[in-house]
C-alpha cells in the first residue's frame, strides 16, 4: 500500500473507519533527510555510518571494463534543502562547519563504483518498483535481534472495508494502489519501521531517558555532545556493529538567531579509501532526542548497493572546481557562483535520495554568498555540486542557467 496516498484517501473518511485503520496500521513515522553539514530539526540528531555488516557493496560482482560502462543521467534531485529553502548553512566562518567525512583532498582516488538505485520512487518519492517486502521484513528482523528485542512483524495491508471505502471516494485506484511500501515489526517499548530502500527506523515509547549529566540537547555545546555521542555508542554499539568507529559532533552551523548547532558523527573507518568512503555514503545512523532530552528515534541507513554498474574514472577536486568556476555545475542555490575566491570548501560524496536512478559521486562546494550576508556577522555558505565521474561518461554537464536546477 502507497502509505501517502491510502493516508491522504483515508484522511476524507469516517472516524470510527480511521480509528481501526490506524490501529491495524500501527504508528510509523516518516521524516526526511538532513543534510550532512548542519542539521534542520528541531531536535539533535546522532549520525553514524553502521559497520560493513550492513553494508552492501557489491564487491563480489565481476568488475566491469572501463569501455563497456553507460553513460550516467545526473542528479535532477541534489539533496534536501533546509529551513533556509536551499541548502545553505549560516556560520562567522566556514572552519565552524565540520562535515565528519573520511576523505581528504590528498587522497588518490582513481575510481570509484557506481550503483543503480533498484527502487524506482515517482516524483512525489513513494516508491512504486523495486520493492522487496522479503528483504525489508529480514532487515526489520535483524534489527531487532541486534537491539535484543523480540519483534514480530505487523501487516500493514488494507482491509477490504478501507479498500472498498478509498474506492468509493476516488473511483478507479491505479494498479498497485494498494500495495505495502513499508514493514512494521513491534516489540516491547518499540516499533521497527523498514522502507523500500531498507532504511530502518527504531522508535522508543516512551522515549529513554539518559543518564543524569547528560545533555542531550538540539543546541548543547560541543563538549556536551562529544559526551553524549560516547555515551550512545557505548549502548548501541552492537547494533551499530561497527568495527573501527571514530566519532566526533559535526554540524556547527547557526539559527538566524545566533544559535549554534551541532550533529555527532561516526564513521567505520575499516578498509581502504574507497570502503570507508561508501560507509560514509550509505551508511549511518542517527540517534534523535525527544523535547526533553531523551533517546526517541535511531535511524539506521542501509542502501542496497547489489545492482553495481561499474567502476568509473572520476576527475580531481582541483577539475571539479574549473567545472564550478565555468559554470557547469548543480545547486538549489538561487545565486549564481560569485566567483572562485567565494569557494571555501568542497567534499566527496554520493547522493542518495530516493529519486536518483544512479548513485554516484559528486563533489559537494561550500560557497560563501556576498549577497546572503546577515547584519550579526554571519556568512552564508550555499552547496554546489559538480559529479566527480569523467564528463565522457556522463549524458551531459549542466551550465547553471540561473533558476533552481
Not at 553514524?48 to 563497456?68: E, F, I, K, M, N
Request: proline share 6%; glycine share 10%; charged share 20%.
Amino acid at each position: 500500500m502507497n502509505a501517502k496516498h491510502i493516508s491522504d484517501a483515508l484522511e476524507q473518511l469516517d472516524d470510527g473507519l480511521l480509528d481501526g485503520a490506524n490501529a491495524l496500521r500501527g504508528s510509523a513515522k516518516r521524516r526526511a533527510n538532513r543534510p550532512k553539514w548542519i542539521g534542520a530539526a528541531a531536535c539533535l540528531v546522532v549520525a553514524v555510518c553502521a559497520g560493513a555488516g550492513l553494508l552492501y557493496t557489491g564487491r563480489d560482482l565481476p568488475q566491469t571494463d572501463v569501455a563497456d560502462l553507460p553513460k550516467l543521467p545526473l542528479s535532477e534531485e541534489v539533496s534536501h534543502p533546509n529551513g533556509m529553502g536551499y541548502e545553505g548553512y549560516l556560520a562567522y566562518d566556514v572552519s565552524e562547519l565540520i562535515s565528519g567525512s573520511p576523505w581528504q583532498e590528498t587522497d588518490n582516488l582513481q575510481t570509484l563504483p557506481v550503483y543503480r538505485n533498484p527502487v524506482i520512487c515517482d516524483q512525489a518519492g513513494a516508491p512504486v518498483d523495486g520493492i522487496d517486502l522479503d528483504a525489508m521484513e529480514a532487515r526489520a528482523l535483524e534489527v531487532a535481534g541486534r537491539l535484543g528485542v523480540d519483534a514480530e512483524i505487523q501487516d500493514n495491508a488494507p482491509t477490504e472495508e478501507e479498500i472498498a471505502a478509498v474506492q468509493e471516494k476516488l473511483g478507479e485506484i491505479p494498479e498497485g494502489y494498494f500495495d505495502p511500501v513499508e514493514v512494521n515489526a513491534l516489540g516491547d517499548g518499540v516499533e521497527i519501521t523498514v522502507g523500500a530502500n531498507l532504511t530502518a527506523e527504531i522508535l522508543f515509547d516512551p522515549a529513554l531517558a539518559l543518564p543524569e549529566g547528560y545533555n542531550f540537547n538540539y543546541h548543547a555545546p560541543y563538549e556536551d555532545m562529544k559526551a553524549v555521542s560516547d555515551y550512545l555508542l557505548g549502548q548501541y554499539g552492537a547494533l551499530l556493529a561497527m568495527d573501527d568507529p571514530q566519532i566526533e559532533p559535526t554540524g556547527g552551523g547557526y539559527t538566524y538567531s545566533g544559535e549554534q548547532m551541532y550533529e555527532i558523527t561516526a564513521c567505520d573507518r575499516t578498509g581502504g579509501e574507497t570502503q570507508r568512503l561508501l560507509s560514509y555514503s550509505f551508511n549511518r545512523a542517527s540517534f534523535s532526542c525527544d523535547e526533553e532530552g531523551r533517546l526517541w528515534i535511531i535511524r539506521l541507513e542501509g542502501m542496497d548497493l547489489s545492482q553495481k554498474v561499474g567502476d568509473y574514472p572520476v576527475i580531481t577536486p582541483e577539475a571539479a572546481k574549473k567545472l564550478l568556476v565555468g559554470g557547469k555545475y548543480i545547486t538549489n542555490v538561487p545565486h549564481e557562483l560569485p566567483g572562485a575566491e567565494y569557494v571555501k570548501g568542497v567534499e566527496l560524496l554520493y547522493l542518495t535520495g530516493r529519486q536518483e536512478q544512479y548513485f554516484m559521486p559528486y563533489y559537494r562546494f561550500l560557497v560563501e554568498l556576498p549577497q546572503a550576508a546577515r547584519e550579526n556577522g554571519l556568512h552564508t555558505y550555499g552547496a554546489y555540486y559538480v559529479p566527480a565521474v569523467e564528463e565522457a561518461y556522463l549524458t551531459g554537464l549542466p551550465v547553471w542557467s540561473g533558476s533552481f536546477n
